[in-house]
Structure formats: C-alpha cells, structure tokens
C-alpha cells in the first residue's frame, strides 16, 4: 500500500454514511481486493471506477445551473476562437494526459488546460472562455478548443474513467458532423451545451467540407461529493507524479 493508499485508508476509516462506504468500495476496488462492476453494460471504466454514481451515456444539461451562462457566453468564446485561427495560432494533435497516447488524424486542439493547471498563454488569449470554463466544476483532465479536419474519423473509444463528465460547447459545425455516445446518435448545435460520460464507447466524425470546432472540457460527476473530489484529485496528481518520475 502506498503512502496516499494509507492516507486515504486512514480517512475512510473515519467517515461513515455513503461516501465512506464508497471510498471504502473505491479503495478495495484499486487494490485489486474487490472486482469492479460498471453500473451500465455500455460502460469501460477500466482505468479507474468509482463505485456507486450514476452511469447514463447522455446528461441533460438543463440540470446544471452554470449551462445558461456558459451557452450566453458563446458570441464571446467563438469571438476568442477566430482571433486565435486568424492569428494562426497552433493546434496540436490530441493527447490523452493519463497515456500520452495522440488521438485520431485530422483531430488537433488548442489547450486551455492540463492535468487540472491552466496553460497560462492561451487562457489569457481567451479570457472569457477561461472565465466561462471556471464557471463550472471543472475536473482534473484537460479544456481545449477542439478541431475536427473534414474527413476525420475518431473511432470508437472511451476515456475509462468514471469521475467526470465531458462537456461540448459546438461552436463552428458545418453538415455532416455527429456524435456517437453508447448506442444514441446526437448532432451539435452551435451554442447549445452537450453532456456526456466518456466512459461509454462513444466516436464523432465531420463528413462535411469544413472545419468542425467544439469547445470540450471536463467536470466532476455531479454526486461525488467535496471530499471525494479532494481524494480523487490527490490521487490524481500522484499519479502523474509517479508517471513522471516523481517530477511535479
């Protein structure tokens, strides 16, 4: 057990009710003692699960109370948006920041930021789109300006983890683009929020003749509560430490 299996052990042994019991789950379940069950057939968490939330494919965004000034801020980040693209500021091959593995040709972003850290250049290019992200939950992966070559195809995968929820704020989308999470089929509306669990299978394609671009970020699952936030981002950080070689 590791020195932050131990803490956390510690702090689990302390708590009683609901999230004692599922960070007592969590922490079985991480070591290996106890065999992870997703809630959902459709559901891959196979990088990290957390007992006990809720697994749907598709969240109405209508349930979150920051949707409606994310979705007026939209003249202002799309505004951002061109001024990077006329200034020729450079997008970037996607990277997963758990694997480093890229993601799919004709797919390139514009980080806003990592690992849960803001990449301060390009936050204060957009500083209303950063204002808007900080607006909500945001969890401890990664918000970028996404960009979808036409043509380009990203295949069916998962982000396999079960803590947060991805978010879309479609900005630039020509005919022929959608998206696939589970076995349901949605189309982006320019300005109008889509949330989604990436720990179901799901895949997006622009089949038109231009650019697709979507603002994407990630927040906590709405039932995971302070503490096991706090938890779940130590453990996050660790981590990355660990993959870095104890580098911070």
Known sequence: MTALESAMQA?????HGVEGA????FLRVMRGKEVAVEEHPLQEASQLYFPGLTA???WDPSTFAWVGGLEQAMPQIRAELEAALSEEVRFSPYEDPGTHDTGYPGWDVLPLY?????????ADRCPATARALRSTSHGPRQGFFSRLRPGAHIKPH???INVVLTCHLPLV???GCGIRVGEELRPWDPGRALIFDDSFVHEAWNRGKADRVVLVWDIWHPEL?????KVLARLDVADRQARQGGRP
Request: glycine fraction near 12%.
């Open 173 to 175: 989308v020509p005919e």
């Open 56 to 58: 749907r494919p598709w």
């Open 11 to 15: 702090l689990a042994d302390q708590l």
């Open 225 to 229: 509560t302070e503490l096991e936030r």
């Open 158 to 160: 998962t982000g396999g």
């Open 114 to 122: 990592v690992g849960g850290e803001w990449l301060a250049r390009n």
């Open 22 to 25: 599922r960070l007592q789950r």
